[in-house]
């Protein structure tokens, strides 16, 4: 397993050093800035959240079941995106906008009043080519499939797929509360058909917020 930590740029970014033991990460990241413009309220009676490309009510996030910490970050996991259209080739880092999360987490945290102590998370890099004739709609179907029992298992807080480029190459990635990390790769390679792929090299990182 690879570890890394999260530090800041210069430039107030997110930057991996893969490698190193996790001795930093949000304590730095949470400085204090002025809340997000147009953050809304998140509604505590509303306890479900939508954390994946599927909107089904079986692939829901109780927020409920989950402490402090872990519902801020799955709150500001919604605004997960790429940070480069080249994403599928782009090194993990500089693949995903991290300052946006980072950024919500710590407007989040004002709202709340909580003060972010250290907390550590699986995050995976999934990349993968797909066959010239593989079955989309199957291959769509059984990751759904999937993406429900990770769900029933508890504690995913995040998963996102992109759009395969013009060589059929993508990147996924998922986040997810600290565990065991043998039942972290299983999941990745239930998540994503490994054999219904023509190439796929899933990166399970502990990494600290």
Known sequence: MATAAIQRRPDDGITFKAGQNVTHAVEQALEPVQPLPGLPDH?????WLNVSPYPEP???????SLGTPCRLLAL???TLAPATTDYALTK???A????????????LAQRDG???????????????????????DLLFKLDKLSHVEATQ?????KYWYGVPDGDRRNLATSVKVFG???????????DHGIGKREQSSPQCMKRSM
């Open 114 to 136: 909580y003060t972010w102590t250290r907390q550590e998370f699986y995050v995976v890099d999934f990349r993968s080519k797909l066959m010239r004739d593989i079955d989309v």
């Open 153 to 157: 298992s508890g504690g995913l807080l």
């Open 96 to 107: 995903i906008d991290w300052r946006s999360v980072m950024s919500r987490l710590r407007s």
């Open 58 to 64: 079986e692939h829901l996030l109780d927020l409920q």
């Open 76 to 78: 500001a996991l919604t």
């Open 92 to 94: 993990y880092q500089d």
């Open 43 to 47: 509604d505590a009676s509303t306890h």
């Open 180 to 190: 065991e990390a043998s039942r972290m790769q299983s999941m990745v390679a239930l």
